[in-house]
C-alpha cells in the first residue's frame, strides 16, 4: 500500500523539543506526526494509509468504539543503539499478537507487513525525537478502533488504525530499587473466556479501580489473582510476573485465556532456559508466595513488560499483611536478565535469537 507523506507545517522547534527531550517523563510527550490507515468492509479492506500531522481525531458521536470498545492496541519500543542506528524489538511478534487480539474483539486483521511498514514510516520522519536520557526510548503505540457510525450490536465494518511515538523515560517514578505491589482481593483483571488475552483498553479500565487503591496504599503495582477462587496469582496491572526459587528453578503463571501473552515474559523464559535455569508455566497461589518468601526459598519476585523490562520486586502488601522477597531489592537473576535483555535491544549484546529489526 502505498502512503501519503503529510508534513507538519509547524513541527515543534528543534530547542523546544531537545529541552523536553532531556527528561520525558512517561507517555506524556509525543512526536509531530502519525500513521493514519482506513478500512471500510465494503471498499473492500484497507484502502488509504497515510504520515500526517500528530492531531484531533474527527469522529462521529454514533462511533462503535464508542458503545461497544471495538479496540485494541500495541504497546513497543524503538531504540536508539550505541552506534547510532534504530533497532524495533520482535516487532513480528507485536503485529502477530496486533492480530490475535483483533480475533478476539471480531475486527479485521492488519497485513504484519502493513503494520511494520507503518512503524518504518513514522521512524523515518520523527527520529529526531529520541530521548537523550539514560535508557530512553520512543515507545510506540498501534492502536486499531471501530469508526462506523451506527448503535446495532454487531462488529462495525469500518475502522481506524492509527500509529503514535512518545518519547519515554523510566515506567516507575518511584526511583526505589524495588517495586512494592498490592493484592487485589475485590477485583479481578479477567475472566475464564473473557478477553484477558487480548490487548484491549478494556482490561485495562478494569485495572483502574484497584490500581487506584494499590497507589493510595502506598504501592507501585497491583497484583491480581484468578476469577473464580482468588487463590491463583495472574499478572500485574500491565506486566507478567517471575518467581525465582533457591533451586534454580523459575516458575511464572501460565497462559490459558486470562493472560496476556507479554512478548518480554515470552522473551524472559528463552533467556532463563539458555542460562541453565529450569522454567515451568505452572499456577503459583498467593499463599505459596507468601510462605516462599518467609521461609527464604523464593529468593526474587521480577515483573517484565515493554515499558518496565524487568523490573524487581521488593514487597506484596495486601488487606492481610504484607512479606518481603529476599532482601528486598534487585535480586542476581533479576539483575542479570535485565542487563542482557537492555543489552540485547540497544546493539551492547549479540543478538544470537535475531530478536532485533535494524531500520537505520
Known amino acids: 500500500m502505498d502512503f501519503e507523506h503529510i508534513p507538519h507545517a509547524a513541527p515543534v ?26 478500512y471500510d468492509a465494503d471498499k473492500g479492506g484497507w484502502f488509504t494509509a497515510r504520515v500526517c500531522p500528530r492531531g ?83 515507545y510506540l503505540r498501534p492502536f486499531m478502533f471501530a469508526s462506523e457510525a451506527f448503535l446495532g450490536v454487531r462488529p462495525a465494518k469500518q475502522y481506524k488504525y492509527l500509529l503514535i511515538a512518545s518519547p519515554a523515560g523510566n515506567y516507575f517514578k518511584s526511583g526505589a530499587p524495588a517495586v512494592k505491589i498490592w493484592v487485589s482481593r475485590d477485583y479481578v483483571r479477567a475472566a ?6 487480548a490487548k484491549t483498553g478494556g ?46 528453578s523459575v516458575v511464572t503463571p501460565p497462559l490459558g485465556g486470562t493472560i496476556l501473552p507479554g512478548i518480554t515474559r515470552d ?12 522454567v515451568r508455566e505452572e499456577p503459583y497461589s498467593i499463599d505459596q508466595w507468601r510462605d516462599d518468601a518467609n521461609s527464604g526459598r523464593l529468593i526474587e519476585t521480577m515483573a517484565c513488560g ?25 535480586g542476581q537473576i533479576t539483575s542479570k536478565l535485565r542487563e542482557k535483555l537492555v543489552g540485547i535491544q540497544r546493539g551492547r549484546v549479540d543478538d544470537t535469537y535475531g530478536w532485533v529489526t535494524r531500520l537505520s
Open 13 to 38: 522547534p528543534s530547542a523546544t523539543r531537545d529541552e523536553a527531550l532531556a527528561n520525558p517523563g512517561f507517555g506524556t510527550l509525543f512526536t509531530d506526526h502519525m500513521v493514519e490507515i482506513d
Open 56 to 138: 484531533p481525531i474527527s469522529l462521529d458521536p454514533a462511533a462503535a468504539v464508542l458503545h461497544y470498545a471495538q479496540e485494541i492496541f500495541e504497546g513497543m519500543k524503538a531504540y536508539r543503539q550505541d552506534d547510532g542506528g534504530i533497532a524495533l524489538f520482535r516487532p513480528e511478534a507485536n503485529a502477530r499478537r496486533f492480530n490475535q487480539s483483533a480475533d478476539r474483539m471480531a475486527m479485521p486483521h492488519l497485513p504484519e507487513e502493513l503494520f511494520l511498514e507503518s512503524i518504518r514510516r513514522l521512524l523515518s520522519v520523527d527520529k529526531d525525537w529520541f530521548p537523550t536520557v539514560e535508557g530512553g526510548s520512543l
Open 267 to 278: 522473551s524472559l523464559i528463552q533467556l532463563l532456559r539458555d542460562e541453565g535455569l529450569e
Open 203 to 248: 482490561n485495562y479500565a478494569a485495572s483502574l479501580v484497584p490500581q487506584a487503591e494499590a497507589i493510595e496504599k502506598g504501592c507501585d503495582q497491583v497484583v491480581f489473582l484468578d476469577a473464580a477462587e482468588r487463590k491463583w496469582v495472574e499478572e500485574l496491572g500491565g506486566m507478567n510476573l517471575f518467581f525465582v526459587f533457591d533451586d534454580g
Open 306 to 330: 515493554t515499558a518496565a523490562v524487568v523490573t524487581p520486586v521488593g514487597t506484596v502488601a495486601g488487606p492481610d499483611g504484607e512479606f518481603t522477597i529476599g532482601g528486598g531489592g534487585p
Open 192 to 197: 475464564p473466556g473473557g478477553t484477558g488475552a
